[in-house]
């Protein structure tokens, strides 16, 4: 197995479905995905999870699927509507 959970698989398969290529707000994708993959434990843990793909802090992720664009990881609490990022050569 691939070793993800089944709602990572779901944010990837969209990813995949949507084609995307270049950065999108977590947002966004969050309700693609609500919508598209029938997730139904709540739009903000899935904008968590999501935010949770793309960190790369030492001993986060062995390889991050979702490459981080804009201020992840810095201290200033940004809400995840303003997170960019798009999806990583790993992932493909």
Known sequence: MDGLK???RKIIF???KRNLKSQIKVAQLSGYVAEQSAYHHGEQSLAQTIIGLAQTYCGSNNINL???EGQFGTR???LPPFFFFFPGSASR
């Open 6 to 8: 089944p709602g990572h």
């Open 14 to 16: 969209s990813c995949f």
């Open 76 to 78: 200033l609490q940004v």
């Open 66 to 68: 979702l490459m981080p």
